[in-house]
């Protein structure tokens, strides 16, 4: 079974600076999808990067970024110019392509509360 | 709009009740899912489907049941077997275009908070 594991309890940055959120998983699948979803105080979660396995070239979105290390199982989220309402609890899941029972489920990491100070 | 419903916002139950929380969709997705949050945890998946009429169990499936009678709903019912079902409920949904296609990324609903009394 994949496992995700989130070793950041929490993590704090200042308004406008950058900060990095650890994700690691056990995996033995070639095949498969990453994620990083981002919980508001409001509860909904809300999709804030994915990465496909195959790809080689990390994914982008404006000011959030990924380093994917499949050798090393390591899948890490970058915010820059970090604003206020990036305040929330960080979840990487991984996702499984392989088919069979597995195939479309979200196995998630414990979270990371993200606290920005202004 | 499209979306996802999840009603109610909020729901209280007495022991040994049986309760059924709604998750609705309107965008066409084919795959639905039900996870359960716990205070400082992760979400762990409870029932999934994949198409009408078909759903499959997830990690922590005892005490739950499901449907999927339309593709545009997935009810989940927490039964009164479940022991412990004071938690956060989240429903999703993607569109499934099978293993080794590029596959769609899963959409929550804003979520039930169930709590027995």
């Known amino acids: 079974a994949q496992t995700v594991t989130q070793s950041q309890p929490e993590m704090s940055v200042q308004e406008a600076e950058t900060v990095t959120l650890s994700c690691t998983y056990d995996?033995?699948?070639?095949?498969?999808?990453l994620f990083w979803y981002k919980q508001p105080p409001s509860r909904q979660m809300i999709l804030v990067i994915r990465q496909e396995a195959y790809k080689q070239q990390n994914a982008t979105e404006n000011r959030f970024s990924v380093n994917f290390q499949k050798a090393a199982k390591s899948f890490s989220l970058k915010i820059s110019d970090s604003q206020l309402g990036d305040a929330a609890m960080y979840f990487c899941?991984?996702?499984?392509?392989?088919?069979?029972?597995?195939?479309?489920?979200?196995?998630f990491g414990q979270g990371t509360i993200l606290t920005v100070h202004p | 709009d499209g979306g996802i419903t999840q009603s109610p916002k909020y729901l209280f139950r007495k022991e040994g009740q049986n309760v059924t929380l709604s998750c609705e969709q309107n965008?066409?997705?084919?795959?639905m899912y039900w996870y359960r949050q716990d205070p400082g945890q992760g979400l762990r998946l409870i029932y999934y489907s994949q198409i009408v009429n078909d759903f499959q169990k997830g990690d922590i499936a005892e005490g739950y049941s499901v449907s999927r009678e339309k593709k545009e709903s997935f009810p989940l019912t927490v039964t009164s077997a479940q022991k412990n079902p004071t938690a956060f409920y989240l429903c999703?949904?993607?569109?499934?275009?099978?293993?080794?296609?590029?596959?769609?990324?899963?959409?929550f609903g804003p979520g039930t908070r169930l709590t027995v009394l």
């Open positions: 899941a991984y996702r499984s392509d392989a088919g069979g029972t597995s195939y479309g489920k979200l196995t």
């Open positions: 965008l066409n997705h084919d795959a």
């Open positions: 995996t033995s699948e070639s095949d498969y999808y």
């Open positions: 999703a949904s993607s569109i499934d275009r099978g293993p080794k296609r590029d596959t769609d990324t899963q959409y």
